[in-house]
């Protein structure tokens, strides 16, 4: 079934360019994960141009000693784990933007989903990622430094920093 909503979404991108379209929140698996609709259309929408701690656990380039860091700083901070469902609303339309087969949810403040959660400190930008949009990734680091000035989310726990530090530094 994940497969089919990664082909929906893929073909729906791709159709979708990078125009804006208003589509439907129908549930939230996890942070990195949403599954929404669009002109009856369903599609998982994954949020452009971070990494979230739900996706940093998953990834198989993670060492496990970074992997049981990551486990423990979501068991310390519960409200990581629930970012998406306390901060969107289920059956509440937003606009999204395809890029890269991934999803840029807009929110009313004027931000993205994905800079909110690198400013709460619950994503990173991947080492490495080219952005097209210059404006965007100046948007994007800022919403990272004010969550590394405020210690916030995966900033506070100096484990969880250290491991992205070395793994920054390996790529």
Known sequence: MKKLYSLL???????????????????IEDNHTLHMSYKQQRFVCKPYGVETVSELILHFDVN?????????????????????????????????????????LHLSSGHTYSEALLEKGYARMPRGK????????????NAVQRAKNTKAGIWSDLNVRNCFLIREGKE
Request: glycine share 4%; net charge positive; with cysteine.
């Open 64 to 104: 496990s000693s970074c992997r049981d860091h990551l486990k423990n700083f979501r068991r310390s901070n519960p409200k990581e784990e629930f970012y998406a469902a306390a901060s969107l609303h289920v059956q509440q339309q937003y606009s999204v933007e395809g890029i890269e087969s991934l999803c840029l």
């Open 130 to 141: 080219i952005y097209k949009d210059v404006i965007l990734k100046y948007r994007f680091k």
């Open 9 to 27: 979404f893929i073909v729906f991108t791709g159709n979708l360019g990078a125009e804006n379209i208003v589509a439907l929140l129908h549930s």
